[in-house]
């Protein structure tokens, strides 16, 4: 029958645990050779005891000479230029920090504030930045009042262009309506004077006579008979008035 399978667990035995220490680490260590020689390779072994005893190999004959080369070989090209790029962002944050904390330096001091450590030159230069901002703001200042009034000007000139144009447009349709009221005018004299005429050519005819109640006598005088002498009219009235008192 052939070897069973060990089962890989701690060997509670201590003795035991100390005889296949040593017969593992000696197979080992022949292994770490025969790796190096048949394969060429380099190859450095460490092992410690239970008790905290050291055993090595190295291929190379130095184990330090090996540890260099794996301390170069574990940090990659990548690795270097990452940890580089970090460094310099880090640079790059501490200056931009520095710098904004003298602005809110300056800006206290521009304020007012925090002056007692400044120098007397530095209150002068302090002094000297005022009054160049001071300057600046007012010629700023005046430009805006300059461009305003501009503007302002420019939009009195439309508007007096406007008014223009509503008073010659109020003055043409004031001449329409002035024509309008003149020609109706016109046409009501003409139709004035045309009635006028009608009723003077109409008071030239005579109106047809019409008849005559007297009491007590009737007395009718035709229009063929209007030319009738004046002597024979008062005789028929004084005889109409004879009869009548009788």
């Excluded at 040593?22 to 020689?37: F, P, Q, T």
């Excluded at 925090?114 to 200042?141: C, F, I």
């Excluded at 005018?185 to 109106?207: C, K, M, T, Y």
Aim: charged share 25%.
């Amino acid at each position: 029958m052939g070897r069973g399978r060990v089962e890989l667990k701690r060997i509670e035995n201590k003795i035991n645990r100390q005889v296949t220490f040593s017969k593992r680490r000696n197979g080992l260590l022949k292994k770490a050779y025969e790796l190096s020689v048949l394969c060429d390779a380099e190859v450095a072994l460490i092992v410690f005891s239970s008790r905290g005893k050291l055993y090595e190999f190295s291929s190379a004959g130095s184990m330090t000479q090996t540890l260099e080369r794996y301390q170069r070989s574990s940090f990659s090209p990548h690795d270097n230029a990452t940890k580089r790029e970090t460094e310099c962002w880090f640079e790059e944050v501490s200056k931009l920090r520095a710098k904004y904390d003298s602005l809110l330096r300056t800006q206290r001091h521009l304020l007012g504030e925090d002056l007692g450590p400044l120098s007397v030159k530095e209150l002068q230069n302090l002094e000297k930045q005022l009054e160049g901002a001071l300057t600046q703001a007012r010629q700023r200042k005046t430009q805006i009042m300059i461009e305003q009034m501009e503007h302002l000007r420019k939009k009195e000139r439309q508007l007096g262009d406007l008014n223009l144009q509503l008073r010659d447009k109020l003055q043409k349709e004031g001449e329409n309506l002035k024509a309008i009221q003149d020609f109706w005018s016109s046409n009501s004299a003409a139709a004035g004077n045309s009635n006028f005429l009608h009723s003077s050519q109409a008071s030239h005819i005579d109106p047809a006579p019409e008849p005559i109640l007297q009491i007590g006598y009737h007395h009718y005088v035709s229009a063929e008979s209007a030319d009738v002498p004046k002597s024979m009219a008062m005789a028929a009235e004084t005889n109409f008035i004879q009869g009548w008192v009788l």
